[in-house]
């Protein structure tokens, strides 16, 4: 196969998986944001299932840009390097710097460590409600809830829209999966309760 042959081909996959990579960027920043859960999908994927995607097709899409810089290195180098004259080491050696700068920086956010907010969507650190060192978890049922929380059970089902007969013995992972909300959705109910501790 012709090396143009070979460069249009790779040329005409990137170009597609940068469409695709676009698409699924804003698809999981605008239709399916952060914080919409396993419920919300897309033909029949979550959020975090097209964000596997949208990871696979970049690792395709940076393969692809390494191959098409390695089958273009000789332009490269000699853009870079310019017409052989006074000061052209001294253009070439920028560009090298400038890489090593930008590949740092990418880098570094690799190597940073990850930071925690451990407050419910930054909620005050200093507040006096009891339930926000509360851990909730799907294991738990709503009577533990209020038991923790001093909410009463009724009070999360009617903020919730759950039916009245909901169980407070029924668990919660078992009641998200039935009526489509997300543990976010207790605590917010619980940041918005007016019972006094």
Known sequence: ????????????????????????????????????GHYSTI??????????IHFWISAVFFSLLAIHLLL???????????QPREGSGFRAGLGIIGLLTIIALALSLLLTPVEKDLTSRGASIGSTHKYEDTEIRGSMTLKEIQAATGVPAAYIVESLKLPESTSVNEQLGSLKRKYKFEIIDIRDTLNNSSIPV
């Not at 996959?13 to 804003?26: S, Y």
């Not at 920043?29 to 914080?35: E, F, K, M, Q, S």
């Not at 033909?43 to 596997?52: K, V, Y």
């Open 43 to 52: 033909w029949g994927l979550d959020r975090h299932e097209w964000g596997d």
């Open 1 to 36: 196969m012709r090396r143009t042959n070979i460069n249009f081909i790779i040329d005409a996959v990137a170009f597609i998986g940068f469409i695709v990579m676009t698409i699924t960027g804003v698809l999981m920043r605008y239709i399916l944001p952060p914080g919409s």
């Open 72 to 82: 273009h290195w000789r332009w490269v180098m000699s853009v870079v390097a310019g």
